[in-house]
Every structure is written in C-alpha cells, then in structure tokens.
C-alpha cells in the first residue's frame, strides 16, 4: 500500500511558477513508477507527465512539455513537479500516482489546487 500526498499548489499570476511536491508513504518508493495528473473543472483527469522508478526516463504531455519538468527523490521519498511559464488553462487540481509500471497507476493522491490567473 502507498498513500500519498500532494503539496505546494496555489494561487500564481500566469507567467510564475510553482513548484508541487508528492509525498509518498512507501519503504519500496524506488521502486514504483510515478506520474502527474490534473483535472480542470469540468473536464476528465488528464496525464500531465511521469518518471521510471529510477527517475532516468521522463515523458510529458505535449501541452506542458518545455514547461514543466518531473523529478524524483528515492532518497527522501518524493516526487516533484516543477512548473514554469504557467498559462490560464494550467488550472486545475493536480494529483500524482504511482504504479508498479508506467501508465498502470493504483494509488493516487488527494491532489492540491492550482489556479493561474491573469
């Protein structure tokens, strides 16, 4: 079992950053495959980016890539997701997963908000 936790949302003009960071609960960390996804109001949950266990191969979505950029720490147990140029529909809740595999996740964060405004 893995619980984790998100944090680090918030309010940013567009144009800032913000840095979001996901806690996670598991000895076995390292092990686990771990990814960012974000849901706007209204609409479906939508990948944003994610890592191998080792933290050597990434992938993004087209939408952030450039702007973002995921990372993990196996040392200290955490994910994080440093977002840059942040635009108006970069809005959303944000929760990261993880799996024992890429695009299989099976445990899932409570998410933190991001609101960019104008």
């Known amino acids: 079992q893995v619980q984790l936790a998100e944090s680090g949302g918030g309010l940013v003009q567009a144009g800032g950053s913000l840095r979001l960071s996901c806690a996670a609960s598991a000895r076995t960390f390292s092990t686990y495959a771990m990814g960012w996804f974000r849901q706007a109001p209204g609409k479906e949950r939508r990948f944003v980016a994610d890592i191998s266990w080792s933290g050597d191969s990434t992938y993004y979505a087209d939408s952030v890539k450039g702007r973002f950029t995921i990372s993990r720490d196996n040392a200290k147990n955490r994910m994080y997701l440093q977002m840059n140029s942040l635009k108006l529909e970069d809005t959303a809740v944000y929760y990261c997963?993880?799996?024992?595999?890429?695009?299989?996740?099976?445990?899932w964060g409570q998410g933190t908000q991001v609101t960019v405004s104008s």
């Open positions: 997963a993880a799996g024992q595999k890429r695009s299989v996740y099976n445990y």
